[in-house]
């Protein structure tokens, strides 16, 4: 299949990502997690096509990226691939910081959902590098440093810092609790038909870094979350050829 990236200010769509912030649940809560089981894998689509793009060292900081790491148009935010303080999408003064096409797909998602019977609703949103810092560290008080990192991201390493993730919910179960709601069930069969992923699969903690987190969509576009369906516990660095 061939891929088309969409940027985000010059003329094209962001396709971006971050981690969710837990709240204490059974499992903490990043925002919320989805539990249905595992499809059978299909191969990876294209993966070896993608051509990493390195940005350049005047774009690196201490701290991480002043411009995300992108592979294909498609932007990376992770453990491996940080942005640092200085990068703020032109759009986080949007309501919850979302990219415009991303709050569109999210209203049909939702509208989509309750029509099958199931309330839906946007939890989080756009998250600011200090923001995120003062999540970690809070995660960090809280839980024991393994569990902290495994379901909450370090400052810069958080998709949400891209305004194209956001973390859905039923409007009253988080963490392993909305896991096990017909919600994270149907976002996981049809989060692709909107153009979104769950970005942190199940069993995939080696490849995505953190714990499997059902409620934390990415936007990716339709174009590319096709490519998600016969699959969804694909991850995006599968996809992109990263991991």
């Known amino acids: 299949m061939k891929r088309r990236a969409f940027l985000a200010g010059g003329g094209a769509l962001l396709l971006a990502g971050c981690t969710s912030t837990p709240t204490p649940a059974t499992t903490p809560d990043a925002s919320a997690t989805a539990a249905t089981a595992e499809p059978t894998p299909s191969p990876t689509p294209e993966a070896s096509t993608k051509t990493p793009a390195t940005p350049p060292p005047d774009e690196r900081s201490g701290e991480g990226l002043a411009v995300p790491y992108e592979v294909d148009g498609i932007i990376v935010v992770s453990p491996a691939h940080r ?74 390493a958080s998709e949400h810092q891209t305004g194209l993730s956001l973390d859905a919910w039923d409007g009253s179960n988080r963490g ?51 490519a998600f369906a016969p699959d969804p516990s694909l991850t995006l660095e599968e996809f992109l050829g990263l991991a």
Do not use: C, M
Request: aromatic share 14%; glycine share 6%.
């Open 176 to 226: 392993s609790a909305f896991a096990r709601t017909p919600q994270a069930a149907w976002l996981a069969a049809h989060a692709t038909t909107h153009g979104f992923i769950v970005r942190y699969p199940q069993d995939k903690t080696t490849i995505t870094g953190y714990a499997w987190e059902s409620w934390h969509l990415r936007w990716v576009g339709t174009e590319v979350s096709a």
């Open 83 to 156: 942005v640092s303080a200085a990068y703020v999408p032109a759009w986080a003064e949007r309501p919850n910081g979302l990219h415009p096409d991303a709050a569109a797909g999210f209203t049909a998602l939702a509208a989509a959902a309750q029509a099958d019977g199931l309330a839906l609703s946007l939890r989080s949103g756009y998250r600011s590098y200090a923001t995120q810092k003062a999540s970690f560290e809070r995660a960090l008080r809280t839980y024991p440093e393994e569990t902290a990192r495994r379901y909450y991201a370090e400052p810069g």
